[in-house]
């Protein structure tokens, strides 16, 4: 029984670096692509000032998007090393078998869902008590007059 379920392992991480693979190639091209329309833009730019702000904004959102694709690279590759290392598809924070059905729709997933929505959880609790401090800090009594607040 073991061997079949070893088996049916080995199939389906096959699957799962050739998609993620494909995925990289994929990525890979999108930064490509928007790097070569990047410098064609370069390339034509004449205008005002308007227009000049415009490109500037899409430079920088072009930017972002890159900066995406390259952490999706990186994730991308940490995934292919742990189908080479054995790891892949153990969460890294319980030691559980991510589901199958997890790795086929995110497959450079790290986490078990349940280890996901608790990080997540945190990680907004963390944010939420960062944002009301910051606000609760701000105060501007210079701009009222004493009685005023």
Known sequence: MK???????????????????KLRDQAIEEIAEKRKME???LKTEIGDFYDSADEERDRQ?????TDREREKIFEIDEALQRIEDGTYGTCEECGKKILESR????????????C??????RSE??????EETFYRDLSFPEFFEEGEE
């Open 3 to 21: 061997k079949k379920a070893k088996k049916t392992e080995n199939k389906m991480q096959k699957k799962i670096k050739q998609m993620l693979l």
């Open 116 to 121: 996901k929505s608790a990080n997540e959880k």
């Open 125 to 130: 609790g963390a944010r939420k008590y960062e």
């Open 39 to 41: 410098s064609v833009d």
């Open 103 to 114: 790795l086929r729709v995110m497959p450079f997933a790290r986490l078990c869902v349940a």
């Open 61 to 65: 959102l072009h930017h972002i998007l």
